[in-house]
């Protein structure tokens, strides 16, 4: 067997690749566990900030796609997209279950960097707690479409691009979704306040 360089690997062959791990090709797995591991460390330990409960999120993931591997439709996302997605659901769920326990593990500051630039954002101050808790409890107000994007955002950090990468959307259409969804949050949660 030749050897595989899957850092060349496009939208098929990775579907190519999931076809025989759902006939549980543990070399076909393997190459997948190998190229995803340390990227899903990477974006798990962003979110979670602990580097054990990293390395345990990026096993159940691995675990779960291949445990899971005959739901994975090549038609309607790709593999990176269908992998992250289970991973970050893994880290909204821990998170969800941490809620109140440790508030540290909380998103950082909900507004786009055009209404915070990046020097300010390193200066600590309560509101920003205050208003991290306002967020995650607004978040059900606003369309499916705008909350994951608030999400990968704010609560994952991700790059705008990676987002858009990562749903499969353009970069332009991120950038809107995540202007409607603040102006949303920020009228709601200043109508609460008055």
Sequence with gaps: MTKVDPS???????????????????????????HFTPRLKQFVFKHMSND???????????????????LFD??????????????RNLCFD??????????????????????CPPDMIEHYSPEQDMLKE?????????????????KAVY???????????MYDIPLGTVKSRLRLAVEKLRSTIKAEQL
């Design 8 to 34: 060349n690997f496009g939208r098929s062959d990775w579907a190519e690749c999931m076809e025989k791990v759902k006939t549980k090709d543990a070399k076909a797995f393997a190459i997948i566990f190998q």
């Design 74 to 87: 090549p038609e309607k996302s790709s593999l990176s997209t269908w992998i992250y997605t289970i991973a």
């Design 134 to 150: 306002q967020v995650v409890k607004y978040l059900d107000i606003l369309p499916d479409a705008q909350q994951k994007i608030i």
């Design 94 to 115: 821990t998170l969800r279950k941490q809620k109140g326990k440790e508030p540290h593990l909380l998103a950082d500051d909900i507004w786009p960097t055009d209404y």
């Design 155 to 165: 609560l994952e950090e991700l790059p705008h691009q990676q987002v858009a990468d």
């Design 52 to 70: 054990q409960v990293a390395n345990e999120m990026v096993q159940e993931t691995l675990a779960l796609v291949w445990q899971k591997s005959a």
